[in-house]
Each structure stands twice: as structure tokens, then as C-alpha cells.
């Protein structure tokens, strides 16, 4: 797991989701994004790899809602 991305790369790549989850409106009540905002994230060609990283963490989660992918922050 430790090949996958570096613990900087991980560190930016969350704080680019914290951003993007704080300008989401609902913010406050919903922590989560779908799987096809994630280039809405711009985390590179690593994307994948640290949303992997962060759910076998326990930082996040993957859900189904609606058939549709979901992760949320936990």
C-alpha cells in the first residue's frame, strides 16, 4: 500500500477534498461526493490510488445511493 502514493501526495490529495466538500452546497450535513465528481476533484492520474489509500484507513467509505457510487468521509 505505502508504493501506491506518498504520505505529501496523500496530505494534498485530502486537502483537495476538504475543499471541495466545504464549496458543495449541504456541506454541514453531507460529506460525500459520487463516483463521477472525482476529476471534479482534481487529484491527477492518482485519483483512484489515494481513495483507495483513505478507505483501507477507515477515512472513507463507499457506498451505493441510488445505484450510483458514493464516498463519504467519515
Same mark, same amino acid.
Given at each position: 500500500?505505502?508504493?501506491?502514493?506518498?504520505?505529501?501526495?496523500? /496530505?494534498?490529495?485530502?486537502? !483537495?477534498?476538504? $475543499? &471541495? =466538500?466545504?464549496?458543495?452546497?449541504?456541506?454541514?450535513?453531507?460529506?460525500?461526493?459520487?463516483?463521477?465528481?472525482?476529476?471534479? /476533484?482534481?487529484?491527477?492520474? !492518482?485519483?483512484? $490510488? &489515494? =481513495?483507495?489509500?483513505?478507505?483501507?484507513?477507515?477515512?472513507?467509505?463507499?457506498?451505493?445511493?441510488?445505484?450510483?457510487?458514493?464516498?463519504?468521509?467519515?
Amino acid at each position: 500500500m505505502k508504493g501506491l502514493a506518498s504520505w505529501e501526495d496523500l /496530505l494534498i490529495a485530502i486537502e !483537495k477534498i476538504n $475543499s &471541495y =466538500l466545504s464549496k458543495k452546497e449541504n456541506c454541514s450535513e453531507n460529506r460525500s461526493f459520487f463516483q463521477d465528481e472525482i476529476s471534479s /476533484l482534481a487529484l491527477g492520474p !492518482k485519483a483512484r $490510488s &489515494y =481513495l483507495l489509500l483513505l478507505t483501507r484507513m477507515k477515512h472513507l467509505v463507499v457506498e451505493t445511493v441510488d445505484g450510483l457510487i458514493s464516498y463519504r468521509v467519515l
